[in-house]
Every structure is written in C-alpha cells, then in structure tokens.
C-alpha cells in the first residue's frame, strides 16, 4: 500500500488504523506528489519500489494536487487498475465531484476523532485492499 501524505500526524494516523484494524501489510510512504510518482514509476532512488495494491492520497500536496497525482494514476495502463481512495481534510462536493470525475475509488473525508480516523482507514483498506487486482 502507498501513502502519499505530507502531514506527519496523518500518516501516523494512518499507520494506527492499519494496526488497531489488525490489518498487515507494506505500507510505503511518500510526502510529496513527486516522490509518489517516482514510486508508482519506479524511479530514481524509488526505482526498485513493488507496484501498490492500494494508494490512499491526500489532496493537498507540495508543489503538484493530489488531483493531479491521480489523473496521472488513472492514465497510465501499468497503474489505473490501483484503487486510488482519497484521505482528505478537504470537504465539499466540488472536490469529491472532481476526484470521482478523476477516477478515485472511494473519498475519505479525515475525521477529527483519531478513533474514527483508525476506523475509517482500515474500512477503506479493507474494501479497496480485498477488490485490488
């Protein structure tokens, strides 16, 4: 599974929900929009990185959107398989309108409740992990 977050708090959220839901797997973590794309194309010091089952993708990255990481995701014949579920602070339908226009599987809107948060990750995990091809 790939992370592309850039918020440490979240990405240790992430990484408590995968636990507390008993769920095990590689979870490899990347902060920027670039670094992620150099992982999912095998690039640079990434170039060794295993191909995702799964990628939960912020919105709001340095330098690129996570819009933009997706749309490249979905494109690309070796990737648009991945279910891509958004894991954003961002709320409103114009931005869940976008990601699903941009191909996203499911759309997690971050809770404020650590608890929830955990809950949330691991049922998206569990979903999109199960249906990964």
């Given at each position: 599974?790939?992370?592309?977050?850039?918020?440490?708090?979240?990405?240790?959220?992430?990484?408590?929900?995968?636990?507390?839901?008993?769920?095990?797997?590689?979870?490899?973590?990347?902060?920027?929009?670039?670094?992620?794309?150099?992982?999912?194309?095998?690039?640079?010091?990434?170039a060794g990185a295993p191909r995702p089952d799964l990628i939960f993708l912020d919105l709001k990255l340095p330098g690129m959107s996570g819009q933009e990481v997706l749309k490249i995701v979905k494109a690309s014949p070796e990737l648009a398989s991945v279910p891509v579920v958004i894991l954003t602070g961002c709320e409103g339908q114009k931005y869940r309108a976008e990601a699903v226009r941009n191909g996203a599987n499911g759309f997690i809107v971050k809770p404020l409740n650590p608890e929830a948060f955990a809950r949330a990750v691991g049922e998206a995990t569990r979903i999109w992990g199960a249906l990964a091809v």
């Amino acid at each position: 599974m790939l992370l592309v977050e850039d918020d440490p708090d979240c990405r240790e959220l992430v990484r408590y929900g995968l636990s507390v839901s008993g769920i095990r797997c590689e979870l490899y973590e990347a902060e920027t929009a670039t670094d992620a794309l150099d992982f999912l194309h095998r690039r640079g010091r990434r170039a060794g990185a295993p191909r995702p089952d799964l990628i939960f993708l912020d919105l709001k990255l340095p330098g690129m959107s996570g819009q933009e990481v997706l749309k490249i995701v979905k494109a690309s014949p070796e990737l648009a398989s991945v279910p891509v579920v958004i894991l954003t602070g961002c709320e409103g339908q114009k931005y869940r309108a976008e990601a699903v226009r941009n191909g996203a599987n499911g759309f997690i809107v971050k809770p404020l409740n650590p608890e929830a948060f955990a809950r949330a990750v691991g049922e998206a995990t569990r979903i999109w992990g199960a249906l990964a091809v």
